[in-house]
């Protein structure tokens, strides 16, 4: 499955060098979670991501099943909260090129 993660260029290029690190935040409920958030497509800045770089990420559906974050209504894409250590040993990370969505460097190995 191919998925995406939008973020800051600095991010982007440490977390090619080392692998996710969790985010932790309410994502507008009274809970804490922690995870990664990634979607089935691209999202811009009136969807809540930094739009400076994208990572795309390759990894099995069935590893991220549970991850899922369905909320009421279409919101016209699908995204997930992955815990980090599970992108980091799971899943293939390249860098894309922004309006393509191509790969153009990816990290070598899992960490």
Same mark, same amino acid.
């Given at each position: 499955?191919?998925?995406?993660?939008?973020?800051?260029? *600095?991010? $982007?290029? #440490?977390? %090619?060098?080392?692998?996710?690190?969790?985010?932790?935040?309410?994502?507008?409920?009274?809970? /804490?979670?922690?995870?990664?958030?990634?979607?089935?497509?691209?999202?811009?800045?009136?969807?809540? *991501?930094? $739009?400076? #770089?994208? %990572?795309?990420?390759e990894i099995d559906g069935r590893l991220i099943r549970s991850y899922e974050w369905? /909320?009421?209504?279409?919101?016209?894409?699908?995204?997930?909260?992955?815990?980090?250590?599970?992108?980091?040993?799971?899943?293939?990370?390249?860098?894309?090129?922004?309006?393509?969505?191509?790969?153009?460097?990816?990290?070598?190995?899992?960490?």
């Amino acid at each position: 499955m191919k998925l995406f993660h939008s973020t800051s260029a *600095a991010a $982007a290029a #440490a977390i %090619l060098a080392n692998g996710f690190k969790d985010d932790v935040g309410n994502y507008l409920t009274l809970q /804490e979670w922690k995870g990664v958030r990634l979607s089935d497509r691209q999202l811009d800045e009136n969807e809540g *991501a930094i $739009a400076e #770089a994208l %990572l795309i990420v390759e990894i099995d559906g069935r590893l991220i099943r549970s991850y899922e974050w369905v /909320e009421d209504g279409d919101k016209g894409y699908r995204d997930w909260l992955i815990p980090a250590e599970v992108l980091n040993h799971c899943a293939k990370i390249c860098e894309g090129i922004r309006t393509l969505g191509y790969p153009r460097r990816c990290r070598k190995k899992p960490v």
